[in-house]
C-alpha cells in the first residue's frame, strides 16, 4: 500500500486517479500510523512553497516522513519534489525537508515564458528504477516557475529550458522527486507510478 | 525543449459536446468523457471542457462529467464555464481539474484572479479572453460568449491579468472564431509580445497549417481547436506530423 500524504495539496486527487486507474493499492493519509506500514509514501503538492511548507507542519508529519524516508520509497511530486530540499527562496527563505541536498529558486532565465508550462523531453543522466521500460523520447508534463539547484548525482533526469531544470531527483537510495506531473503525463508517466510501485514491493 | 501544445476543446452542454459557430447554431455530438478519452488516445496535450450554459444561465458547471474524465484520463484537464467565485474554482479542482478557466467572472471581478492565483497557485489560473478589433486598430474584450462589449482595452486587460497572477492566457478572436480562416496572428503577436506567461492561440483554425503557421509566426505556446477535432475533419496527429516536418517541437 502506498502512504498519500493528505495535507492539503491540490494535486492529491489527481495523484489517486492515476493510482487507482493502475490498480494500485493506495491510502490518503494524515496518519503516521498509516504511514509507518506503508511499503511506499507520496507527497503531493502544488502551490506556494511555504504555505506547502506550513500546511505540511501542521500534520505534525514532517518528522513521520523523514523517517521513513530512510526506509522506504518516498516520492514528491512538483512542489512535493522541491519539498525534499533543503530550502526555498519563494516569498523569503523557507525550510525543506533536506532529504536531497541542494535548494529552490526562481527559473534563472529572463528569454523564457514563466511558469514553464507544457511537456518537455526528458534527458535521462542516470540509470533509475522509475523509468524502467519506457521508450525514448519522455515527454512529461511540467507547471512551475521555481526550480532546484543540486548536485549533478542527485539528478537523474534533466529538461532543457533555457538551462537544465532538474526533472527527476534522487538522494541515491530511497527518495525520489518528480519536478513534473507523472500523473498528467499520459501512458509514461503512469508507467513511472507503476515503476515506483514496483519498488516498493 | 518544451513541445508546443495543441489542445482540443469539448463544448459542453447538458452534458452533451457542441460547437457553436461563432457562438450560435449548435449540433449535437457526443459524450464528452468517450471524446476525451479518444482526444487522449489521440495524443491531445491538454484537454478543455466549456460549460457553455453554465455562462449564460448561472448553471453550475458540469462537475460530474469531470469527474468521469479525471478518473480515465492522465493529461491535463481544464475546466470552464461559469465559474465566477472562489467557491466554484475550488469545487472544480475537487472534481479533478487541473485547471479552470475564468472568462466574464474576471473582467467583471478582477480580484478572483489573485484570490484564486494566491489560493490554488497561479499553476491553475487560466484566463479566458474573448477580444475583437474596435476599428480603432485596436482590440477591445467581450464578455457572456462575446456578445457585450465591456470597452476595456485586450492590452491593457492582459497586462493586468499577468500582474495579478494568472498562470496562462487563453486568448479568442471573436473576428476569426468559427470562420475558419486561419488564427488571428495579429491579436496573438500583440499579446504575446504584452505579456511573459503562456498564451494559447484560439478561435479560427480552419486547416492543416494554420497551426504550425501560429506557432511560426506568434509567441503563443499551444493552440486550441474544437469543431476541426471533434467532426474529425483534422486530427490531433495530423496537426502534430505537419508541424514536426515544419521544425516545430512536438510532444
Not at chain 1, 506531473?181 to 513511472?192: D, F
Not at chain 2, 474524465?69 to 484537464?77: D, E, I
Not at chain 2, 496572428?185 to 505579456?195: G, S
Request: glycine share 12%.
Amino acid at each position: 500500500m502506498i502512504a498519500v500524504i493528505d495535507y492539503g495539496a491540490g494535486n492529491l486527487f489527481s495523484v489517486c486517479n492515476a493510482l487507482s486507474y493502475l490498480n494500485i493499492a493506495h491510502e490518503i493519509t494524515k496518519d503516521a500510523a498509516v504511514i509507518g506500514k506503508a511499503d511506499a509514501v507520496i507527497l503531493p503538492g502544488v502551490g506556494a512553497f511555504p504555505a506547502a511548507m506550513e500546511s505540511l507542519r501542521k500534520t505534525g508529519l514532517i518528522g513521520t516522513i523523514k523517517e521513513n524516508a530512510q526506509k522506504k520509497p518516498l516520492l514528491g511530486i512538483c512542489l512535493g519534489m522541491q519539498m525534499l530540499f533543503e530550502q526555498s527562496d519563494e516569498m523569503g527563505i523557507c525550510e525543506g525537508l533536506s532529504l536531497i541536498p541542494g535548494e529552490v529558486r526562481h527559473i534563472p532565465s529572463k528569454k523564457v515564458i514563466i511558469p514553464h508550462m507544457g511537456w518537455n523531453e526528458l534527458v535521462i543522466t542516470q540509470d533509475c528504477p522509475i523509468f524502467k521500460g519506457i521508450e525514448q523520447p519522455v515527454y512529461t508534463y511540467f507547471v512551475h516557475s521555481y526550480q532546484a539547484f543540486c548536485k549533478d548525482e542527485n539528478i537523474a533526469a534533466y529538461c532543457e529550458y533555457d538551462g537544465k531544470v532538474p526533472a527527476l531527483v534522487t538522494d541515491g537510495k530511497y527518495v525520489f522527486g518528480a519536478q513534473f506531473h507523472p500523473e498528467k503525463s499520459g501512458e509514461k508517466g503512469l508507467m513511472m507510478l507503476r515503476n515506483f510501485e514496483e519498488m516498493a514491493r | 525543449m518544451l513541445a508546443k501544445r495543441i489542445i482540443p476543446c469539448l463544448d459542453v452542454r447538458h452534458g452533451k459536446v457542441v460547437k457553436g459557430v461563432n457562438f450560435e447554431g449548435v449540433k449535437d455530438v457526443g459524450d464528452p468523457v468517450a471524446c476525451a478519452a479518444e482526444y487522449n488516445k489521440q495524443g491531445a496535450d491538454e484537454i478543455v471542457f466549456y460549460d457553455i450554459v453554465a455562462s449564460h444561465e448561472g448553471r453550475g458547471t458540469f462537475l460530474d462529467v469531470v469527474r468521469d474524465t479525471a478518473k480515465q484520463v492522465f493529461v491535463p484537464l481544464t475546466v470552464g464555464g461559469g465559474i465566477s467565485t472562489v467557491e466554484d474554482m475550488r469545487e472544480t479542482l475537487r472534481a479533478g481539474a487541473d485547471k479552470i478557466s475564468i472568462n466574464s467572472a474576471a473582467v467583471k471581478n478582477p480580484q478572483l484572479i489573485s484570490d484564486g492565483a494566491e489560493i490554488f497557485g497561479s499553476q491553475c489560473i487560466v484566463v479566458g479572453i474573448d477580444a475583437k478589433r474596435d476599428g480603432k486598430g485596436g482590440y477591445t474584450v467581450y464578455v457572456n460568449g462575446g456578445r457585450i462589449d465591456m470597452h476595456v482595452d485586450l492590452l491593457e486587460w492582459v497586462t493586468e491579468v499577468e500582474r495579478r497572477g494568472a498562470g496562462e492566457i487563453c486568448l479568442n478572436s471573436i473576428d476569426t472564431d468559427g470562420v475558419r480562416g486561419g488564427f488571428d496572428l495579429e491579436m496573438l503577436k500583440a499579446v504575446c509580445d504584452r505579456v511573459r506567461i503562456p498564451v494559447i492561440a484560439s478561435g479560427g483554425a480552419g486547416k492543416l497549417s494554420d497551426f504550425a503557421t501560429a506557432f511560426q509566426e506568434t509567441g503563443v505556446t499551444a493552440a486550441l481547436a474544437a469543431s476541426l477535432f471533434h467532426f474529425g475533419e483534422l486530427t490531433i496527429p495530423q496537426v502534430k506530423a505537419d508541424c514536426r516536418g515544419k521544425g516545430i517541437p512536438m510532444r
